[in-house]
């Protein structure tokens, strides 16, 4: 049954006019343009309501994941995906500081396309010459993969005794969960 307007707004005033001559005090306004105002914007937003809240059968529900974390339906090894290796590294005194830093850059080549544009993250893992592991880090706040290019990871050692260390890099995703590249091992001298 369609509602009219007028019709509503002819009773809501009728009744406000009894109101007023019965009990000999105004209720509310009897201005009918008012009154209809008021019901138009009740029903509007009660109808945006109902509207928002059933969608038409849409999903608005947006999770994010990523591609390596979908069904995967190919044979092919995770580690195949990203291919890293050695472009240069560095361990040296920093200038203003009592510290020494590891630099290691490693160019990346994504194999698989669907990687491209995901968040991702990194994993450097040093160890002495003995192979007692003195340190782990990742790239804070990971990096957004590429087709290619250049991914640095970074750390510092307070310990002015470490002279010579063996690093091993792989890159993972953004919840270290998976890893997705091959390992890349180095090694590197405290330059003077």
Known sequence: MPV???DITNVLTRNIHTTYYKCGRLAFTTNSKIATVIITITLIN???????NENFGINNDVYAQFPQAQQRNDTSNSQDNITIQLNSIKFAPLTNSDNNQLKVLADNKTNDPALVNTHMDGV????NPEGTLLKTSTIQKGFVL?????????TSFADQTIRDVNTELALTDAFHAEKISNTLKSSASLEK
């Open 4 to 6: 009219n307007i007028k």
């Open 46 to 52: 009660s109808l945006s309501v109902v509207i928002n």
């Open 124 to 127: 450097m893992k040093v160890y």
């Open 146 to 154: 590429g087709e290619s290019g250049v991914i640095q990871f970074a």
